[in-house]
């Protein structure tokens, strides 16, 4: 290939590459690539199949000319998947990894005929698309709609040049599609724990207000002191617990366990405590506890 040749077929590949910089979705980049290899590259019809379960399936079509038969063909690629076994070209090129030129597949016992017969092909080049070291798929291209035309060595090194940038710009579409959807299930997790989490609140403050209550019940039946109106006025029954356990010695943990409260909850009815009865510590908070309630006594 002339030089002046290999130069532009290298521009046309970075200029088809060029319209896959931005991110998209796979669909779209799919799209673009074989448009941008037909535009740029000198192609007429390109085709991406992905390589499922040792099968070739047709993905994505573009042609030049008559789009309603190329949506027919890719139809046709779909049902009818090329399989590569030992006898076909593809086969390979797949070992190989690297880019093929079939001069005339309909005379060729190797070329898979049950496709290459609805397509009409002349002659085409195909090269693997091997993002992260492994095969993910071939792109088909050649020039049918140029019927003085069929392709040579030159397309063959230019598919081959595309298809490892194609690879990759798919390969990432791929990945920021995958985490789209994880950030949407991530949202839709969030917004289910946040639902189950105000549930949960609600059912605790129920179950709040009937601790309370059943405190309320077991002092009213003698198993505390009821203060009087003064010390009602300044304590929470849960805080005159927590005084009375103070009094008893017991320490945060203690009160804690004892309440089945958090420690840190307890520590919280302590401070709450010492404030309300102006003490600046636990003894000083006991002994004016002790003090209101000897005043009923009297």
């Known amino acids: 290939m002339a030089v002046a040749d290999e130069t532009q077929t290298l521009a046309g590949v970075q200029r088809a590459l060029a319209e896959l910089r931005e991110s998209a979705t796979a669909g779209t980049v799919m799209d673009r690539g074989l448009r941008g290899l037909c535009t740029h590259c000198g192609f007429t019809r390109a085709v991406l199949f992905r390589l499922q379960d040792s099968e070739l399936i047709g993905e994505a ?48 016992s190797r070329a898979f005929l049950p496709l290459t017969q609805p397509f009409r092909t002349r002659s085409y080049v195909a090269a693997p698309l091997i993002p992260d070291g492994h ?119 203690a009160i804690a366990r004892q309440l089945v409260v958090s420690e840190q909850t307890a520590k919280t009815h302590v401070s709450h405590v010492l404030r309300k009865l102006r003490a600046t510590n636990r003894a000083e908070a006991v002994s004016r506890y002790h003090a209101l309630t000897a005043r009923r006594d009297r």
């Open 135 to 253: 095969v993910v798929g071939f792109v088909h291209a050649d020039r049918y709609f140029e019927p003085e035309r069929d392709v040579d060595e030159r397309d063959r090194l230019c598919l081959a040049a595309f298809a490892e940038g194609f690879a990759f710009a798919l390969h990432r579409a791929v990945l920021l599609d995958r985490l789209a959807q994880q950030r949407l299930e991530l949202r839709r997790l969030l917004a289910e724990a946040g639902e189950v989490t105000e549930h949960i609140g609600a059912l605790g403050a129920h179950l709040g207000r009937a601790e309370e209550d059943l405190h309320a019940s077991l002092r009213s039946a003698g198993a505390h002191q009821v203060p009087d109106e003064r010390l009602q006025s300044l304590l929470t029954p849960r805080e005159v617990e927590v005084v009375e356990l103070m009094a008893e010695g017991s320490t945060n943990a």
């Open 61 to 108: 079509i573009h042609f030049s000319e008559q789009p309603e038969w190329a949506a027919e063909l890719l139809l046709e690629s779909r049902r009818t998947r090329l399989p590569l076994t030992h006898m076909v070209l593809e086969t390979e090129m797949l070992r190989r990894r690297t880019a093929g030129l079939v001069a005339n597949p309909q005379d060729d």
